[in-house]
């Protein structure tokens, strides 16, 4: 079982390349972040005709997350229950595999902006709510994996300049505690579960030729359960579609279980 997240920056504008990547990378589930339109744009029958079921959680303009699979999807949830927040942020769903069910939780993260601003504070809020409803899941679904873009570079080599950018956004140490308390919770970063090169990121500014220059963060992750863990046979960063004409900023994160 396959299993990518990728942040495409407007599912609009970068649909052709999301069906194209398919194409080459059949994974059977696929988390996309930053849809950018409201449900009733959503492109459904694209996917269908191409054999994903899909469900969407969408919004105008910002945010709004997806979830792609072969499968039908089960048991969806859209947002933080219990969390009042007008973001379209978050999508679960149940997904049948050779091995049995997976919960699949997928989040675009607040950014946050700065730290000591009220997004920052917004951020912290929707961390810790994160955390709690993530440990319910935990409990009613072992074989669980979250994914999404996170909005954070959990350790210094996640990061294109740590010392330049420490402390600031992605970087802050609140921000790292709060990833601390979700692998606490019993999950694991897959990418680290395998030896991986040296300046691995998943983003790269449009500005300044950050991709040309890696000057880029590993802001996209997909942690799994301790059910699952020993079901991970590689974790990879797929920068092709970085290389793209008008490509998201974000590169897909796949993880292969069994």
């Not at 947002?79 to 149940?94: F, K, L, S, W, Y």
């Not at 409990?139 to 570079?153: I, S």
């Not at 942690?223 to 900023?249: F, T, W, Y």
Request: charged share 25%; proline share 6%.
């Amino acid at each position: 079982m396959k299993i990518g997240t990728w942040n495409v920056n407007s599912l609009s504008v970068r649909l052709p390349q999301v069906l194209d990547w398919l194409a080459v990378q059949p994974v059977d589930v696929l988390a996309l972040q930053e849809l950018k339109l409201t449900d009733d744009k959503f492109p459904h029958e694209a996917f269908a005709q191409i054999g994903y079921h899909a469900v969407a959680h969408g919004q105008k303009t910002y945010n709004g997350v997806a979830l792609l699979s072969r499968e039908p999807l089960a048991d969806v949830v859209r947002n933080i229950p219990g969390h009042g927040d007008e973001q379209a942020r978050v999508i679960a769903a149940t997904v049948p595999s050779a091995a049995g069910p997976v919960r699949v939780i997928n989040g675009y993260f607040v950014n946050g902006q700065e730290p000591g601003s009220e997004k920052f504070a917004y951020k912290m809020r929707w961390l810790e709510a994160l955390a709690a409803w993530v440990q319910q899941e935990l409990d009613a679904h072992p074989r669980l994996v979250l994914v999404g873009d996170f909005n954070v570079a959990p350790e210094d080599r996640d990061s294109f300049d740590p010392e330049g950018l420490r402390e600031t956004i992605h970087h802050t140490t609140e921000e790292r505690n709060h990833f601390k308390a979700l692998l606490a919770l019993g999950l694991h970063d897959a990418y680290r579960l395998f030896e991986q090169p040296e300046k691995s990121f998943s983003w790269w500014d449009y500005r300044m030729l950050g991709f040309q220059k890696n000057r880029g963060l590993r802001i996209d992750h997909i942690l799994v359960s301790e059910a699952l863990r020993g079901m991970v046979s590689a974790c990879s960063i797929d920068r092709a579609p970085r290389k793209n004409k008008q490509p998201s900023d974000h590169a897909p994160v796949v993880v292969e279980l069994g």
